[in-house]
């Protein structure tokens, strides 16, 4: 039987070789084992990630800025991929409550001790992956994930499960590296950068692609912004009602 390592090495060769997308049919085990390495590698840079200035403070204050626009009072909304906390924090006094994951328990560490020096309640950190986190169908009005598509296995499966969890009306605002366009060089070192625990687990693919999976799964794009040419797409992709 090949292992999870071997078939994982052997999926990624053949997209390197053929440029084709590759897709692995993960058993339970294989996604835990999976989750876990990507869990380690995030909870090893957590403290330094968490002193990183912001890459480009003009581009955050508008993305901030126009996710506000989707924000009320009663606004139930999911964060993934949280990170230290953040951008959740920032966004707490507009909304009743965020339930904000992610994989790293270190991450979470971080985001509840700033949450509670910030004296803010209404966010519930939790450690999971995107994968594990069980909601009921139409029972958020924003999702956020800021940072993160281009580190999921499956962005397909995560689109479709975030669909399902939106209310109609309601809004998955993203803003993700698209890899496939000015660095996909990068994925000829990703696999041994990942091998030394020095990179994440990376997935390529282009702005027009992220926009058709999104469309694909039924969501419509309201907005879309890349600041300038290898900056991160901002999305704001609307479930309809
Ligand atoms: C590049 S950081 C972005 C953090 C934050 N969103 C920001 O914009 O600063 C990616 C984060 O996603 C988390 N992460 C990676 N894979 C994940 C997954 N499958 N589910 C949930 N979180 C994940 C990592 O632990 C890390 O904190």
């Not at 909601?135 to 499966?157: M, N, P, T």
């Not at 041994?192 to 282009?206: H, K, S, V, Y």
Request: net charge neutral; charged share 20%; hydrophobic share 45%.
């Amino acid at each position: 039987m090949m292992g999870f390592g071997a078939k994982f090495g052997l999926a990624r060769y053949w997209a390197i070789k053929t440029h084709e997308p590759y897709k692995l049919v993960l058993k339970d085990k294989e996604v835990m084992e999976m989750a876990s390495s990507s869990a380690t590698f995030w909870d090893r840079i957590a403290k330094r990630y968490s002193r990183q200035p912001i890459a480009d403070e003009a581009a955050y204050q508008t993305k901030l800025r126009i996710t506000q626009t989707h924000l009320q009072p009663e606004t139930e909304l999911l964060e993934f991929g949280c990170g230290t906390g953040s951008t959740a924090i920032i966004h707490a006094p507009y909304v009743k409550h965020i339930r904000a994951i992610d994989i790293s328990s270190k991450m979470i560490e971080i985001a509840q001790a700033k949450a509670a020096a910030a004296h803010i309640e209404n966010i519930t950190f939790e450690q999971s992956s995107i994968e594990a986190l069980k909601l009921a169908e139409h029972s958020l009005d924003v999702v956020l994930g800021l940072s993160i598509l281009h580190l999921v296995e499956d962005k397909e499966a995560v689109i479709a499960q975030i669909y399902k969890m939106l209310k109609p009306g309601g809004v998955f605002i993203s803003s993700t590296s698209c890899l496939g366009e000015s660095l996909s060089w990068l994925k000829f070192i990703t696999p041994i950068g990942r091998l030394i625990g020095l990179m994440p687990m990376l997935m390529f693919f282009t702005h027009d692609e992220l926009q058709k999976c999104l469309t694909d799964s039924g969501f419509v794009i309201d907005y879309s912004w890349q600041p300038s040419e290898g900056k991160a797409v901002f999305i704001v992709a609307k479930k309809p009602c």
